[in-house]
Nanobody, 119 residues
């Protein structure tokens, strides 16, 4: 299983960024995909998640209305469109999935991509 994030960077408040997570090594279309973030000195938190089939989404309250998670099963890629960025969105963003094999659940993480929101 491999998850490779891209798209992070330095951006001014109010601007937008789109993160991408390219997945391989598992059946992407069958897997729930999520984005987490971790700011300095804080615990990692769930930002957004999207289910495998219906594409049902779920968001942290802090990003509702600003962030959109979506997936392209043909490209094995999940995206996080981030609009109206705020300084408090500054964090390392991680792509995540999990697989259940014979009753055991295995978590997989990407290497993370830094997002810095600053003027």
């Amino acid at each position: 299983v491999q998850l490779v994030e891209s798209g992070g960077g330095l951006v001014q408040p109010g601007r937008s960024l789109r993160l991408s997570c390219a997945a391989s090594g598992f059946t992407f279309s069958s897997s729930l995909m999520s984005w987490y973030r971790q700011a300095p000195g804080k615990e990692r938190e769930l930002v957004a998640a999207i289910t495998n089939t219906r594409g049902t989404t779920n968001y942290a309250d802090s990003v509702k209305g600003r962030f959109t998670i979506y997936r392209d099963n043909a490209k094995n890629t999940v995206y996080l469109q981030m609009n109206s960025l705020k300084p408090e969105d500054t964090a390392i963003y991680y792509c995540h999935t999990y697989l259940t094999v014979v009753g055991f659940t295995y978590d997989y993480w990407g290497q993370g991509t830094q997002v810095t929101v600053s003027s």
